[in-house]
C-alpha cells in the first residue's frame, strides 16, 4: 500500500505560478512512476504529467513549456510547478503513483483555481 498527500494548490492568477506538492508513504520500494492528473466537473481524469524513477517525463501538449515535474526520490516526494497558468487550468489535481507491480495509487486531490 502506498499514501499519497498532495499540498499546495488553492488560487492563483492568469499568469501567475502556483506549485503542488505529494509526498508518498508505505510500500514506497514499490513506486516506479509518480505525476499528476487533474479532473473537472463533467469530465474524464487527464493526465498533466508524470516522471519515472529514472526521471523520463511525460506532458500533456496543454501544459507543456508551463508545467515542469520534479521528483526528490529522498524524500519520496513529487513536484509540479504551474507558471503561465490559464484560467483552463483550473481542475482538481490529484496525486499518482504506479507501482511495478502495476498498481495505481491516488491522493485525495487538491484544488487549483485560476482567475482570470
Known amino acids: 500500500q502506498v499514501q499519497l498527500v498532495e499540498s499546495g494548490g488553492g488560487l492563483g492568477e492568469a499568469g501567475g505560478s502556483l506549485r503542488l506538492s505529494c509526498a508518498a508513504s508505505?510500500?514506497?520500494?514499490?513506486?516506479?512512476?509518480m505525476g499528476w492528473y487533474r479532473q473537472t466537473p463533467g469530465k474524464q481524469r487527464e493526465l498533466v504529467a508524470t516522471?519515472?524513477?529514472?526521471?523520463?517525463?511525460n506532458y500533456a501538449a496543454s501544459v507543456k513549456g508551463r508545467f515542469t515535474i520534479s521528483r526528490d526520490n529522498a524524500k519520496n516526494t513529487v513536484y509540479l510547478q504551474m507558471n503561465s497558468l490559464k484560467p483552463e487550468d483550473t481542475a482538481v489535481y490529484y496525486c499518482?503513483?504506479?507501482?511495478?507491480?502495476?498498481?495505481?495509487?491516488w491522493g485525495r486531490g487538491t484544488q487549483v483555481t485560476v482567475s482570470s
Open positions: 516522471i519515472t524513477s529514472g526521471g523520463s517525463t
Open positions: 499518482y503513483c504506479g507501482t511495478w507491480g502495476a498498481y495505481a495509487y
Open positions: 508505505g510500500s514506497i520500494i514499490s513506486i516506479n512512476a
